[in-house]
């Protein structure tokens, strides 16, 4: 099935301790259904010093499960399902992603 949620994606998440936060998506987990959103579902981490990288504990980003995020409208910034449609004619045509609630195109 084609994703609906993509890497560099603005989405809100719906549940959970960080509800009503958005979000700029840094990854997608296909395998596990889950994606990590920068500056949400934030962890602490004890992290071993290394030549490379300090010691000490760390703030980093958890993964969230799709079903808790959803697409940030590209119109009014609101949640929205994500649908599909071709644009285009014969060899031309092209599948695009689009916002259930005001028909926008998400990319174009």
Known sequence: MAAKIKK????????????????????????????????VNMVKRHQRQTAQQEGGIISKES???????????????KPTRVGFKFVGEGHDRKKVRIAKRSGAEIDG
């Not at 560099?8 to 994606?35: F, Q, S, Y």
């Open 63 to 77: 993964a969230i499960h799709l079903s808790n995020l959803a697409m940030a409208d590209p119109k009014d910034d």
């Open 8 to 39: 560099g994606d603005k989405v809100i998440v719906l549940t959970g301790r960080d509800k009503g936060r958005t979000g700029e998506v840094i990854e997608v987990r296909p395998a596990e259904d889950r994606a990590l959103v920068r500056g």
